[in-house]
């Protein structure tokens, strides 16, 4: 008997332990997406940057629950994209994140040094910030790889488009526009539209008796860019989805428009501010590169190193580009000639391609960077102002309705990726 007691007390303390144990674990955990987790902590980590760039800014915020609530869905849609590109075997490697960190800090005129004593004075832990970049990037390009294929322009739509911007005078201006979302379900009932059109035009009331519009779309909206106060950024009004732009059309600065009905919900829009004036002008640069893609036989080291070497080479005068280009860069488009890109606009490549470039000096040759194609070099060799040729002018179109589009399905795609996951939160967001 008294063995049994003891057994039995051991148990029971055992499963007391394990109980106060798992109960901690899980007090650890905001929300399980599908077979992931989005942690306690990294819900505090995003409020706390959201408070430290609102203080920064001036900008006044919600309730700590508003914004744990707006963090916790940012989140989800980071792990649930974060699965997209491990299903894809999307991976962004060491030297593409390193690549990508010193264009940011190129860009800003920085060294790699002075910018990582900058993200550790503003973020505290630059391991922490360099992770959630590579995160950044890489949702990035799962948003870019999964929502380009559902877009086609036809010829008939740049027509379309052309002669309206003709008849308005061509204008190239920009709008910085905010969003608030205020979403219903798929396939939602008559009860639930009618909650959500409520909720839009208690907003619309709040926002005309003077409420801060950035405040309320932190507190209330269900766009994506909700934490950054319905920020959309810069855009021509050809580019905005075309909901956005007819009824943006006309409008003036500090303007408030909605509710917008659409199939994601009702829509309110303002105007943070305009710029831009007719043009008719385009920017070129004309370079020359040379690529080499890593694999079984060429490993990421030596593809870098070998245009390392070459960079050092071709500085002091030992090695000709031309020649060098057509006997070992991998761009079919470009061998031949010796690596020559002729005329184009920077805007037309890649990112990394397009930030290195543009950061270059003529003549000046840059150090290996990677790209998604692999590793280059590219030397910039003249700039020119053009006029808007029709050709441009289609070009221009082009990007705009290829904008516009992206804006809208990507909206469509984030909504059908949440839709079909697993979702349970689980940590209270007082």
């Known amino acids: 008997m008294k063995l049994q007691l003891l057994i039995a007390s051991s148990v029971a303390a055992f499963l007391v332990f394990s109980s106060q144990a798992a109960e901690q674990k899980i007090d650890g955990v905001a929300a399980i997406v599908n077979n992931g987790v989005v942690l306690d902590t990294e819900v505090t980590d995003m409020v706390n940057k959201v408070k430290r760039n609102a203080q920064s800014q001036g900008q006044t915020l919600p309730s700590d629950r508003a914004l744990r609530t707006q963090a916790l869905e940012r989140l989800i849609s980071n792990s649930l994209q974060m699965q997209m590109a491990s299903r894809m075997g999307l991976q962004i490697t060491d030297p593409q994140l390193d690549q990508a960190l010193e264009n940011v800090a190129r860009g800003e005129n920085l060294t790699m040094e002075q910018f990582r004593q900058r993200i550790v004075a503003e973020e505290g832990d630059y391991q922490q910030f360099r992770e959630r970049f590579r995160e950044e990037i890489t949702t990035g390009e799962v948003l870019r790889a999964n929502v380009q294929r559902r877009i086609y322009i036809s010829p008939q739509e740049i027509d379309s488009l052309m002669k309206v911007m003709e008849e308005q005078g061509a204008s190239n201006e920009q709008y910085n526009i905010g969003h608030i979302l205020i979403s219903i379900p798929n396939q939602g009932s008559t009860e639930e539209i009618t909650d959500a059109k409520d909720r839009a035009d208690k907003v619309m009331k709040l926002l005309r008796e003077g409420s801060d519009f950035k405040r309320l779309a932190i507190a ?144 000046e040759i840059s150090e290996p960077f990677r790209t998604e194609h692999g590793w280059h070099v590219v030397q910039l060799l003249e700039k020119r102002v053009v006029d808007m040729t029709a050709e441009k002018k289609q070009d221009q179109v082009y990007r705009m309705l290829f904008n516009r589009r992206f804006n809208e399905e990507q909206a469509n795609f984030l909504r059908e990726l949440r839709d079909q996951a697993y979702i349970e939160i689980l940590a209270d967001t007082e």
């Open 220 to 363: 209330s909206s269900s766009d994506s860019s909700a934490l950054d106060g319905g920020d959309m950024g810069w855009m021509n009004i050809n580019e905005m989805p075309t909901l956005f732009s007819d009824a943006i059309r006309g409008k003036k600065k500090t303007d408030v428009i909605g509710p917008l009905r659409s199939g994601a919900g009702f829509h309110i829009l303002t105007i943070f501010d305009i710029r831009g004036a007719n043009v008719a002008e385009a920017n070129e640069v004309k370079s020359r590169h040379v690529l080499i893609k890593p694999s079984i036989i060429m490993s990421e080291e030596k593809a870098r190193d070998t245009l390392k070497q070459f960079v050092a080479d071709f500085k002091a005068d030992k090695a000709d580009f031309a020649e060098f280009a057509s006997a070992n860069s991998e761009d079919p488009g470009s061998k031949l000639k010796g690596g020559d890109l002729g005329w184009a606009d920077p805007a037309m490549y890649v990112p990394a391609f397009r930030d290195t470039l543009n950061a270059l000096q003529l003549q």
